[in-house]
């Protein structure tokens, strides 16, 4: 099945600091990905859809500026979180659509653990 | 709009035990309906889908589930439990409108295996 990895797993980093977290798909091409963040024993939200060569859409309530979204090939997309803060841990996940399935099925990273301390 | 409902939020059940976990959906399209696992610190794997074919549907890991429109249900099953089931699972519903179709997640269901 389509797989999709995320780099790194887990990242601790120091407030006021930028982390960068990459998604790739890693055996098709993917020209939507999304971004979600979840809390602990919670659900996903969905932060933005990335798009391959254009701007992200950010849902509402979420930073384009703190999230920063590129998009900039048909296999990877980065989420930069700028300035980061406490109140930025979670674990992150991304996800992608294989086009080849047929479907709007979702195939989903490992997640990246960011804590900042 | 869409939504989902997952009725229960913990399920107790013993190895070797039948396992039923519930999920009702709304959807102004004819959705495409998932199920996801989820171990902890991991990402979300799936387990089946649904998309217009056959409404049973079956699923990795033994794992099947149900598409009932009458009852907008899409109940996930599994004839007997094992202790490596034990994880969040999540009921999740898109408008299988395009390429962006957006994810619309229950709040999960959080499956104990008992010996």
């Known amino acids: 099945g389509a797989v999709v990895s995320q780099h790194p797993s887990w990242v601790i980093c120091k407030s006021g600091t930028s982390v960068k977290i990459e998604c790739r798909s890693l055996d098709f091409q993917a020209t939507t990905m999304f971004w979600y963040r979840q809390f602990p024993k919670q659900s996903l939200m969905l932060m933005a859809t990335?798009?391959?060569?254009?701007?992200?859409?950010?849902e509402q309530g979420v930073e384009k500026d703190k999230f920063l979204i590129n998009h900039a090939s048909l296999t990877l997309s980065t989420l930069t979180v700028t300035s980061a803060h406490p109140e930025d841990s979670s674990f992150y996940i991304c996800?992608?659509?294989?086009?080849?399935?047929?479907?709007?099925?979702?195939?989903f990273g490992p997640g990246t653990r960011l804590t900042v301390l | 709009a869409q939504s989902v409902t997952q009725l229960d939020s913990h399920v107790s059940v013993s190895e070797g035990t039948p396992v039923l976990l519930r999920c009702n959906y709304s959807?102004?399209?004819?959705?495409?309906l998932f199920w996801y696992v989820q171990h902890p610190n991991k990402g979300l794997q799936l387990l089946l889908k649904y998309t217009s074919a056959a409404t049973l549907v079956k699923g990795i890991n033994g794992f099947e589930a149900e598409f009932k429109k009458s009852e907008t249900s899409f109940h996930l099953t599994k004839p007997s439990a094992h202790m490596s089931d034990a994880a969040e699972y999540f009921c999740?519903?898109?408008?299988?409108?395009?390429?962006?179709?957006?994810?619309?997640f229950g709040t999960g269901t959080r499956l104990q295996v008992t010996l």
């Open positions: 959807s102004s399209y004819s959705p495409s």
């Open positions: 990335s798009n391959e060569g254009s701007k992200a859409t950010y």
């Open positions: 996800s992608a659509r294989d086009p080849n399935s047929g479907t709007d099925t979702q195939y």
């Open positions: 999740v519903v898109s408008p299988n409108t395009g390429t962006a179709s957006k994810l619309t």
